[in-house]
């Protein structure tokens, strides 16, 4: 699956609040391959390599967990990713069907 994600970091590894500076709102080509999610700068090139930042930005899902974002209520079509290694991501979906399915298809792995 791929597709716009715009990604807010709300905690850093071990559950700790991500600083001031590093809380902004991002926007992404999401891929979701196998048990990652790549971030990527640009869109989606099926042959192309993965850069170093590409890499850098890309998030292990597996026993990771994704929720709507309830308690977010700043923007719309936001769902709440929690990572294995206690990170915390607020991922902007360009409508609520994609949330449901970006959330639907994350929690599948
Ligand atoms: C953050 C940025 C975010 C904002 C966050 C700020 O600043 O303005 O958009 O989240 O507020 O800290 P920076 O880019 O300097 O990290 P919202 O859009 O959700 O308000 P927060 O600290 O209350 O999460």
């Not at 977010?72 to 949330?99: C, G, H, I, P």
């Amino acid at each position: 699956k791929h597709g716009v994600l715009t990604r807010k970091s709300h905690a850093d590894m071990d559950g700790k609040r991500t600083p001031r500076g590093r809380r902004g709102w991002k926007k992404f080509y999401a891929v979701l391959k196998g048990m990652i999610l790549y971030l990527q700068k640009d869109e989606y090139k099926p042959d192309a390599d993965i850069s170093e930042v590409d890499l850098k930005n890309a998030v292990r899902i597996h026993h990771a967990l994704a929720t709507r974002a309830t308690d977010y209520s700043k923007r719309a079509n936001v769902l709440k990713l929690k990572t294995s290694d206690w990170r915390v991501f607020l991922l902007q979906a360009s409508s609520e069907e994609e949330m449901m399915s970006w959330i639907f298809r994350i929690n599948l792995v």
